[in-house]
């Protein structure tokens, strides 16, 4: 037979130590029957649904509400996409130089209009205003960054600017 006194053991000792743990395990178990019970609460309250649906009508819904979502999500992704094809071909880069083209007392009132596309594409627009003659209207071609004809130093600025911006 085994006896805790042949160890050195006091068996009061052995017995204190017994009940602590038969009251720490019986407060775990107590926590533990809580808890069970506080999830059954939740349980049975999303199986029955806030108006008595069942769960297999609730996720049909849902599953049907994200099915609507992911076609709206295409309609967007393809605007989204023929938008951002369209802007390569706007005119995004722009430049102006105001100039008095010649030189006479009435102010700065000629200009340079350079306006490129993402690649450079674009035009120059140069409008020479004159006191005596009148105006003056002449439009060049750009094509990736590039004019094929010569350009007065009004026009060489506004087309550098445009290209840096």
């Known amino acids: ?17 017994m009940i602590a743990v038969f009251t720490v395990l019986l407060i775990l178990l107590i926590v533990a029957f809580v808890k069970i019970g ?7 309250a999303f199986m029955e649904g806030e108006d008595g649906k069942s769960l ?3 996720f049909h ?3 049907e509400n994200m099915d609507s979502i992911n076609e709206e999500l295409k309609k967007i992704q393809n605007h989204l996409e023929l938008v951002d094809e369209n802007l390569l071909q706007t ?3 722009v430049s102006i130089v105001k100039y008095d083209a010649f030189k006479e007392i009435g102010g700065t009132l000629s200009f340079v209009l350079v306006m490129l596309t993402k690649d450079n594409d674009g035009f120059i627009l140069n409008s020479m205003h004159s006191n005596s003659e009148g105006c003056y209207t002449y439009i060049k071609e750009v094509k990736s960054g ?5 350009l007065s130093e009004e ?4 087309l550098e600017e445009a290209k840096e911006s």
């Open 1 to 17: 037979m085994f006896r805790f006194s042949d160890y050195g053991i006091e068996s009061d000792i052995v017995i204190l130590a």
């Open 38 to 44: 506080k999830m059954k609460k939740a349980y049975v």
């Open 56 to 58: 297999e009508e609730t």
């Open 61 to 63: 819904k849902k599953f």
């Open 91 to 93: 005119y995004q880069k």
């Open 146 to 150: 590039e004019v094929f004809v010569a």
């Open 155 to 158: 026009e060489r600025q506004a």
